[in-house]
């Protein structure tokens, strides 16, 4: 792999983890464009836990606060840390959900929806569902200390649709955030630390898969230059999408979503598949 090609797909992945428009396809369409293999899954997953690294040190006040708030209340049962030992429970079920039933559906991931046109369609879906998210539902002003039990279990189950390639996960998960009720800020709080363990847990189960001999396959100067690339490029899409949700509405990705379905439909699907 070139150094050019190391920070393209860091750029790819960094850009794409948190807004909602699927990290995943668009790391398979840059393959597909690139005429790229790579060998396993293992540098997909190494980008992955850079974007996850830049969400802990981002997060990394707010996830002291929480972790010690959770101990705390369970030591001394301290009513000022209930909120804190709440949202870790949230966190913790939202997490179980997806890894679960993540685990049960991933033998059903077929190399169909690898192809562009599957992943055409997954984007189109994740778009028309920002649009009623947007135009069809109001926003709620709920925050953390408002949620419930019932949050995490509609977010969690939200997050497991995006083992389809093609579904965001920060989208997912952001829209089924606005669906309970919670505000776009509290909302994309939740998404962003709920990647930490969903990116690390699914990096621990699929290590067995992943060729770890990439290292001597890609160049450990390319994948070093790639991890920090992503992280960095996390960091700044963290930062631009929090700024945006304050701004701006959640519809401009979904015209994004369906202008790169209609170009992975129209000039992709001749493509050779690379899996």
Known sequence: MSYFEAVLFGIVQGITEFIPVSSTA???????????NFPGLAFEILLHIASAMAVIVFYRKDLLEIGRGF?????????????????????LVATAITGTLGILLKGQIQDFMKTPSFMAAALAVTGIFLIIIERVH????????????RDSI??????????????SRSGSTLIAALFTGLSRETAAR???ILVI???LGSSVLTVGEAQMDMWSQLGAGPLLLSFATSFIFSWLSIIWLIDFLRKKRLIFFAFYCFVVAFLIHSYLEAVPPTY
Not at 26 to 36: A, D, K, P, R, S
Not at 71 to 91: C, I, P, W
């Open 197 to 199: 363990p969903v990116i």
């Open 71 to 91: 101990f705390s209340y369970l030591n001394l049962k301290n009513e000022k840390d209930l909120v804190h030992f709440r949202y870790g429970l949230f966190l």
């Open 138 to 149: 109001h926003y709620g002003d709920r925050r953390e200390k408002d949620m419930v039990f």
């Open 154 to 167: 509609i977010v969690g189950l939200g997050q497991t649709i995006a083992v389809i390639p093609g579904i």
């Open 26 to 36: 668009h790391l398979i369409i840059t393959e597909l464009v690139l005429g790229y």
């Open 190 to 192: 939740y998404s962003f």
